[in-house]
Nanobody, 119 residues
């Protein structure tokens, strides 16, 4: 398992942008699929975006066109670029990693970073 540490959260005005980072430990980072999830107060955790080891990306419908996930295997880091933020994007954002053939739920998780979007 890898260990994950998120950073880059904060307070931003509606319409603004943030870039989240998630640094991972471990020498096999490049073989993991990586994902971003979020949980807003009083709501269940939801999928945001994922990127496979080969680089293919997937997004929740509501994030398409606004968010972009990327990875830098040389830096053991996955990023989430978030644009056109709105107050509904306020949540704790978590990164997760999974091995091939497993699920994110059974993978490694970071402790989360708070994103707050003011109106």
């Amino acid at each position: 398992q890898v260990q994950l540490v998120e950073s880059g959260g904060g307070l931003v005005q509606a319409g603004g942008s943030l870039r989240l980072s998630c640094a991972a430990s471990g020498r096999t980072f490049s073989s993991y699929a990586l994902g971003w999830f979020r949980q807003a107060p009083g709501k269940e955790r939801e999928f945001v975006a994922a990127i496979r080891s080969g680089g293919s990306t997937y997004y929740a419908d509501s994030m398409k066109g606004r968010f972009a996930i990327s990875r830098d295997n040389a830096k053991n880091t996955v990023y989430l670029q978030m644009n056109s933020l709105n107050p509904e994007d306020t949540a704790v954002y978590y990164c997760a990693a999974r091995k091939v053939g497993t699920t994110f739920e059974n993978g490694s998780w970071g402790q989360g970073t708070q994103v707050t979007v003011s109106s």
